[in-house]
T-cell receptor, first 113, second 114 residues
Framework: GAGVSQSPSNKVTEKGKDVELRCDPI?????LYWYRQSLGQGLEFLIY????????KSGLPSDRFSAERTGGSVSTLTIQRTQQEDSAVYLC???????????FGPGTRLLVL | AQSVSQHNHHVILSEAASLELGCNYS??????LFWYVQYPGQHLQLLLK??????LVKGIKGFEAEFIKSKFSFNLRKPSVQWSDTAEYFC????????????FGIGTKLQVIP
């Protein structure tokens, strides 16, 4: 079946602009995660959804970052007033339940000029 | 809070050499452990996982890992690497309870020379 998909695959934006990153999880997966992979860094947890609710937002680096999930499926990560340090690969993962293995999407490579 | 340490950030091996990548974690509770691999230009893929049972776990492509609870380690091994194993390898840990946040190590880049 189809895996996790993310769009766009690449995004170049100017400092100060807002961006929206989209994640389509594997059908039926109730848990969804956002991570960030910066150059030379490991994967940094951002936020976790169980259904449409986000019990853990502890990883969001600032209030410029927000995320939502609708219909227990698609999720959108929004970064407002982007900064150059936001440049990274943003990865989405989903799992059948919160106890199951997470499967990753291909990521969105964000470059803020 | 849980954390993961990967000791080797960049490893270069010749084909047919044996591989061992170190991974140590810190967490006081029961954990699930993973190794993910990212081949050049591709996205993260699960290589193998440990949830419970036999601490020696076999994954795809001849990889295996051993969970040693007393050492808080989950080292990845392969007896004979191939050029196609060139990739970045990430060790990860999650609390087996709770909300399942996964903590990743910084990754190890493996380069296999033909």
């Amino acid at each position: 079946g189809a895996g996790v998909s993310q769009s766009p695959s690449n995004k170049v934006t100017e400092k100060g602009k807002d961006v929206e990153l989209r994640c389509d999880p594997i059908s039926g997966h109730t848990a969804l995660y956002w991570y960030r992979q910066s150059l030379g860094q490991g994967l940094e947890f951002l936020i976790y959804f169980q259904g449409n609710s986000a019990p853990d937002k502890s990883g969001l680096p600032s209030d410029r970052f927000s995320a939502e999930r609708t219909g227990g499926s698609v999720s959108t990560l929004t970064i407002q007033r982007t900064q150059q340090e936001d440049s990274a690969v943003y990865l989405c993962a989903s799992s059948l339940t919160r106890q199951e293995t997470q499967y990753f999407g291909p990521g969105t490579r964000l470059l803020v000029l | 809070a849980q954390s993961v340490s990967q000791h080797n950030h960049h490893v270069i091996l010749s084909e047919a050499a044996s591989l061992e990548l170190g991974c140590n974690y810190s967490y006081g509770g029961t954990v699930n452990l993973f190794w993910y691999v990212q081949y050049p230009g591709q996205h993260l893929q699960l290589l193998l996982k440990y949830f419970s049972g036999d601490p020696l776990v076999k994954g795809i492509k001849g990889f295996e890992a051993e969970f040693i609870k007393s050492k808080f380690s989950f080292n990845l091994r392969k007896p004979s690497v191939q050029w196609s194993d060139t990739a970045e390898y990430f060790c990860a840990v999650k609390d087996s309870g709770g909300y399942q946040k996964v903590t990743f190590g910084i990754g190890t880049k493996l380069q296999v020379i033909p």
